[in-house]
């Protein structure tokens, strides 16, 4: 949804950011990041290496979540009774650490395709998206592999959200036969993957988060990388500017539906999101996409379903004057043929 004349991009273009100061302590704001990808691919576990080797777990935390002298990393973030019945995440957990240099929020999004709108929410609010990519799941010996459609889609609907960083992390890499190799051919799809998309890619680094390889401390040489470990990474990224004064763009994340209203001066279904861009005001004239259907806003409520006007960054409920078919985000790619909007 975006105002008339401008079209919502499904691949939008980056923003440019620079890293937010306090100016109280003059250090970087802190950084909000989330770890999605596909089923299984390691996010759980790569978030509790983090939390462990930054020192952010206490040791009755570790005595928790280890049985037979083992320690299952994933369970530092799986908290729902159901999610360590399973072993799978469905709600996003959030987990919060720092280093000397930086404050971070994570936010563990779950990889199952059916809990995609709990990884929107997340992403919605993120500064950057670490999208962890399974080496053994792929045919790693082939240079024109194809990526699993769990790694395309959190990376699209990040971009489509503008987060200003997307990383992606390869995981699993000790598990193959020539990690150099795999990471090559995986890097190089990845590559292929977020040109055609339009993706700006902060990095691609090798990860093994079981053994900790290039999570927080930098493991030169291995899987033929050299550069900097992933926290180093995120100690850099900048936070997600507030594009106020752009065009309104609203990816919408959830429709509620009045049936039963009696109002017959406006439509009865309120669009839920968070405001990518520009801001959203009664009385402005918005486009529909992929259809093309113009409308008007004829109500903005914010999360606390107050009435008034709600700018960049933050998550509104927008009403328009009338009925008109609008469906949440949900990241596939490539686009349908004749589908409008820039890429």
Request: proline share 5%; with cysteine; net charge neutral.
């Amino acid at each position: 949804m975006t105002e008339t004349l401008n079209s919502v991009a499904t691949s939008a273009s980056t923003a440019s950011a620079n890293g937010q100061f306090d100016s109280d302590s003059d250090h970087v704001s802190a950084l909000r990041f989330i770890t999605c990808g596909s089923v299984d691919d390691g996010k759980s576990t790569l978030i509790g290496r983090l939390l462990v080797d930054t020192r952010a777990v206490l040791q009755d935390q570790l005595a928790g979540v280890t049985k037979s002298g083992e320690t299952d990393l994933a369970l530092l973030t799986d908290g729902l009774s159901a999610e360590r019945e399973q072993g799978i995440t469905i709600d996003v957990a959030y987990r919060y650490f720092n280093t000397d240099a930086r404050k971070f929020i994570i936010g563990d999004a779950p990889g199952h395709e059916q809990y995609t709108r709990n990884m929107v929410t997340a992403v919605s609010s993120a500064d950057a998206a670490v999208v962890l990519v399974d080496a053994t799941k792929l045919d790693w010996q082939n240079p024109g592999l194809q990526l699993l459609p769990q790694t395309r889609r959190p990376s699209l609907l990040a971009h489509l959200l503008r987060r200003p960083s997307v990383v992606f992390a390869v995981n699993q890499l000790g598990a193959v036969a020539d990690p150099a190799q795999a990471f090559a051919h995986i890097r190089a799809a990845l590559e292929r993957f977020a040109q055609d998309a339009g993706i700006a890619v902060a990095a691609t680094v090798p990860v093994s988060a079981l053994k900790g390889y290039n999570v927080v401390n930098a493991h030169h040489g291995w899987a033929g990388y050299d550069g900097p470990s992933l926290l180093q990474l995120l100690e850099q990224l900048p936070n997600t500017p507030a594009d106020s004064d752009l065009p309104l763009a609203f990816p919408v994340q959830w429709v509620e539906k009045f049936h039963d209203s009696a109002v017959t001066t406006q439509g009865r279904r309120v669009f839920w999101g968070r405001v990518a861009a520009g801001s959203a005001q009664v009385g402005a004239q918005v486009q529909i996409l992929p259809s093309g259907q113009l409308a008007t806003i004829a109500q903005v409520i914010d999360h606390a379903r107050a009435p008034q006007g709600v700018t960049a960054g933050l998550s509104a409920g927008i009403t328009l004057d009338r009925e008109v078919d609008v469906r949440a985000a949900t990241g596939s790619w490539p686009p349908r043929a004749g589908r409008r909007g820039r890429r």
